[in-house]
């Protein structure tokens, strides 16, 4: 049996065989961010968006309840995903994806909410309906959307969202 150089040169440099938590990414960089991240050493602009994206959901959350939603978790994992907000909106089950700028200079936060990212949503909303025996219920997949402008928070809730 031939050795395929190529083939082993891929398992041990990036390949999505032997790195597949960390595909398309430089594998070095990404343990140091894990080792940095486990002794509490953050960088500054990730300590940053993660405060932000803190802050977005605490406020999302605050505006589903004063719209009638009862948050019922938040930040749940499964499957690959989180799931910011699982909320019942009367007799719906809703996972609310947020997504926080500071500007639209990126580009409006709902777009940012692309069809993997959408796909590990609804996989990760499958198994907390399973695991809580709530198939049969009405779900909806809603998107928040906060942006600073001029100073001042825009918030929407994008029900339905896909």
Do not use: C
């Not at 499964?78 to 909320?87: F, K, P, S, V, Y």
């Not at 719906?92 to 997504?99: A, C, D, G, N, Y």
Request: without cysteine; glycine residues 8%.
């Amino acid at each position: 049996m031939a050795v395929n150089p190529q083939r082993i040169a891929g398992l041990l440099f990036g390949s999505q065989h032997a790195h597949s938590g960390v595909r398309g990414r430089n594998p070095f960089r990404w343990l140091i961010g894990r080792l940095r991240a486990a002794a509490g050493l953050e960088t500054p602009r990730r300590a940053r968006r993660l405060a932000l994206g803190a802050m977005g959901e605490r406020m999302a959350v605050r505006r589903l309840r004063r719209e009638g939603y009862r948050i019922v978790a938040r930040n749940y994992r499964a499957a690959g995903a989180e799931i910011d907000a699982i909320a019942i909106d009367r007799d719906t089950l809703v996972f609310v994806e947020v997504k926080t700028r500071l500007s639209l200079a990126a580009g409006r936060p709902e777009d940012s909410v692309h069809e993997l990212k959408q796909n590990r949503i609804r996989r990760a909303a499958a198994v907390y309906a399973r695991t809580r025996a709530m198939e049969d219920w009405p779900m909806r997949f809603d998107v928040v959307a906060i942006s600073g402008r001029d100073g001042r928070w825009q918030l929407e809730i994008i029900k339905d969202a896909f």
